[in-house]
């Protein structure tokens, strides 16, 4: 897992739940899931309950590569604290996964770098306190 | 719409928009339809038709019809279309009219986010969910509030077709010209590129000033059938055409998310109802809850090829004394944000020609949006002071 103190300090901590259970298991071994359709043999995001393709109600968890694109992304900037110190800006980004689908990620690392869309996104993962393990995506320049 | 029992809209009522307290959004919701009753010179009794469209605080429902005081009601409904339901609840209306459902219909829209002592970013800063599943990874990872998921649509179209921040500058800066002719608008002062430009960063790409306003208040349009209007207080405003859209963006490769919105097969199917071309619309009232909202319909609408929007604005295409008016009231920008209702009720003064300093003397097609989500939900209206022919 990365050391990312800034995506640390400000992701949002998610608690499992039946679903999602499975997903989270294979994020705290480093790894990412998605739901994958074995009758049209296409990919969909994390929380599709039928297939994006074909709608078909046969999705099941598969482990992706991991890897992708940027299609888009935002940066939120820091905010100040009671201290008057602004907090580091927040980098999210869409990526189109290599299987197809997208997700919305916490890009590390990320500020300073000139993003552009199709630059090359490695997830990996970071665990807030009190919280399941969380997919970030890191921007290969 | 033709046949014996057409609908039009008959009346509009306005209340006070801004930083009003004290007043919940019923109270805003009655005052609304108490003035477009009394806009067209009907009765509140007259009313056998309501329905109800609440904002993000949900607090206005089918009691209103006991609020009211109603006893005769025979169509009553609450519409949730978000930024779509102005344009949805006209054509809902419409048709209850058409069908004999209801004679008088009134559709109201009305909120009150703006809470005394605190800031408009609190009111619109996304919905409390529980953060639970893989369902919560984008509210997680920072995508919560809806300028940083507009930001990334904006962002989107930049990279594809070049699109520039100083483009979107000219949309926030056209809409607070129309404004400044618009007593009814909250913010008035012009405003240049440069103050756009320099104005903070909410969302990257997105300023303060590519930001709608947050308005407590109401809105309602009361419509009824041509024949009864033809005898009421003001001039009937037609209904040429509508459409709606809900693109439903899959979340996957081939998306054509921040690029082509709702409004290509909204717009597409309205013309085609009223029986014109893009060419014959003389301005445009869009749902602007952000510059880049403005730019995306415009192309999506036909205004423009796909990817000129921003160009397009650029020209002065849509300011005062350009070729195509647009938000003339000075849109959710910079006049109110009632949903769909600003553009609505901006398009009923202008068909009306009751637009004061700000009248466009060409106002005989006008084409109305409403956009709702996050470019999820879209609907069309097309309005005229004519029948249609």
Not at chain 1, 12 to 24: M, Q
Not at chain 1, 62 to 72: D, K, M, N, Q, Y
Not at chain 2, 103 to 126: F, I, N, Q
Not at chain 2, 309 to 333: C, D, H, K, M, Y
Request: net charge negative; proline share 6%; with cysteine.
């Amino acid at each position: 897992m990365p050391d990312e103190k800034d995506a640390l300090m400000s992701l949002i901590p998610v608690e499992r739940d039946e679903h999602s259970a499975p997903f989270f298991d294979a994020a705290a071994e480093g790894t990412l899931l998605l739901r994958y359709s074995p009758s049209s043999g296409e990919w969909s995001e994390p929380a599709a309950v039928v297939c994006s393709v074909t709608q078909a109600r046969d999705l099941q968890w598969r482990p992706a590569a991991g890897t992708g694109e940027l299609v888009s992304w935002t940066v939120k900037p820091g905010r100040r604290g009671p201290d008057g110190v602004r907090g580091p800006d927040q980098v999210i980004g869409l990526v189109e996964l290599t299987e197809g689908p997208w997700l919305t990620l916490r890009l590390v690392d990320a500020e300073g770098l000139k993003l552009r869309a199709g630059l090359p996104v490695r997830v990996e993962f970071v665990r807030p306190e009190g919280g399941e393990p969380l997919p970030v995506g890191r921007v290969h320049d | 719409m033709s046949g014996g029992r057409t609908a039009v809209i008959a009346g509009l009522g306005l209340t006070e928009f801004g930083r009003i307290y004290g007043r919940t959004p019923a109270d805003f919701a009655v005052e609304a339809i108490a003035r477009a009753a009394e806009d067209a010179g009907l009765a509140l009794g007259d009313i056998d038709g309501l329905l109800v469209n609440p904002g993000v605080g949900g607090d206005i429902d089918l009691r209103l019809q006991s609020t009211l005081q109603m006893r005769n009601t025979r169509l009553l409904a609450t519409i949730q279309g978000f930024g779509s339901s102005a344009g949805q609840m006209v054509q809902y209306a419409s048709m209850a009219i058409a069908a004999g459902m209801a004679d008088v219909v009134a559709c109201v829209y009305a909120d009150a986010p703006l809470k005394e002592g605190k800031g408009a970013g609190a009111s619109y800063a996304g919905q409390r969910r529980a953060m639970r599943g893989v369902g919560a990874l984008p509210a997680a990872a920072g995508l919560k509030a809806a300028p940083e998921r507009y930001a990334i649509a904006a962002r989107r179209h930049m990279e594809t077709y070049g699109t520039t921040s100083e483009q979107f500058g000219a949309v926030a800066v056209a809409a607070r010209q129309w404004a400044s002719m618009n007593p009814r608008a909250q913010m008035r002062e012009p405003i240049t590129l440069a103050d756009h430009q320099a104005s903070r960063m909410i969302a990257d790409p997105l300023r303060l000033l590519d930001c709608c306003l947050v308005s407590n208040g109401g809105v309602a349009v009361i419509l009824t059938t041509a024949e009864r209007a033809a005898g009421l207080r003001r001039p009937p405003v037609h209904i040429w055409g509508w459409g709606q859209a809900h693109p439903g963006y899959v979340n996957r490769r081939g998306s054509e998310f921040g690029l082509v919105t709702g409004a290509a097969r909204s717009g597409a199917e309205a013309l085609k109802m009223a029986g014109i071309g893009v060419g014959d619309i003389d301005m445009c009232q869009i749902y602007d809850c952000f510059t880049y909202t403005t730019l995306v319909t415009l192309e999506d609408y036909g205004f423009c090829a796909k990817g000129e929007g921003g160009a397009f604005v650029a020209s002065g295409a849509i300011a005062p004394g350009g070729s195509l008016p647009v938000n003339t009231g000075g849109g959710e920008l910079s006049s109110f944000y009632m949903w769909g209702m600003t553009p609505l009720s901006e398009a009923v003064i202008q068909a009306r020609g009751e637009g004061g300093d700000r009248q466009v003397p060409a106002h005989d097609l006008i084409m109305v949006s409403g956009n709702g989500g996050v470019l999820d939900f879209h609907s069309t209206l097309i309005l005229s002071p004519h029948p249609r022919t």
